[in-house]
């Protein structure tokens, strides 16, 4: 079964901590997403990625940077985490653009204290 | 600048009773559209999609969504709706550019009563 894991369930961080929030896939697939998904707010983009090496800028990027050193990882990091950034992190990945839609991970609940 | 408007936040459906949900977008140009479906505690299911052809399309659940280009709409229906049912439901939109991602809709959360 195809699968996008995200390595950690829940987290809990202090303020100013940095924060790495990991994503892998097993799907060969070239395109990766980060979303974060409040409540009433649904899901916004943070960053994506295309191509290793390669990141789009999402909706809201302030206060993130993202890292794709292989194809299969992408990685979101949280320069200095605030308690603004407390949230549902959702990671997914497709292999062709939206067309055979998004495989989404389980999430990671963060919270910052 | 493309958006997706769940105007509904909440919906009560009778078990057995039919469901609705709205979905509107604004885009330049046709979309490719999507619907998602979040079960508590779970991550997100592809329900259903649209690209072309066939304005009714089937989804897995006994789903079906109507892409109705000149209301700019993709209203998801499902004819009998079973207490499983009961979760979060988003609608997407994504260009048909390559290198472009997934916008969603704000959601809508369906309870089911018996």
């Known amino acids: 079964d195809v699968k996008v894991t995200q390595s950690s369930r829940y987290l809990v961080k202090r303020t100013g901590e940095k924060v790495f929030l990991e994503c892998v896939q097993d799907?060969?697939?070239?395109?990766m997403f980060w979303y974060r998904q409040d409540p009433g707010l649904g899901l916004r983009l943070i960053y994506f990625?295309?191509?290793?090496?390669?990141?789009e800028k999402g909706d809201i990027p302030e206060g993130y940077s993202v890292s794709r050193e292989k194809k299969e990882r992408f990685s979101l990091i949280l320069e200095s985490a605030s308690t603004n950034q407390t949230s549902m992190y959702l990671c997914?990945?497709?292999?062709?653009?939206?067309?055979?839609?998004?495989?989404f991970g389980s999430g990671t609940r963060l919270t910052v204290v | 600048a493309q958006s997706v408007t769940q105007p509904d936040i909440h919906i009560t459906v009778s078990e057995g009773a039919s469901l609705e949900l709205r979905c509107n977008y604004s885009?330049?140009?046709?979309?490719?559209l999507f619907w998602y479906v979040q079960s508590p505690g779970q991550g997100l299911q592809l329900l259903l999609k649209?690209?072309?052809?066939?304005?009714l399309v089937q989804g897995i659940k006994g789903f079906e969504a109507e892409f109705k280009r000149s209301q700019s709409s993709f209203n998801l229906r499902k004819p009998s709706v079973h207490w499983s049912d009961a979760a979060e439901y988003f609608c997407?939109?994504?260009?048909?550019?390559?290198?472009?991602?997934?916008?969603f809709g704000k959601g809508t959360t369906l309870s089911v009563s018996s």
């Open positions: 997914a990945s497709s292999g062709d653009g939206a067309l055979s839609g998004y495989t």
């Open positions: 799907m060969d697939h070239e395109n």
């Open positions: 990625s295309y191509d290793v090496k390669m990141k």
């Open positions: 885009y330049g140009a046709t979309p490719y």
């Open positions: 649209y690209f072309s052809g066939d304005t």
């Open positions: 997407a939109v994504s260009s048909r550019q390559a290198g472009t991602a997934l916008i």
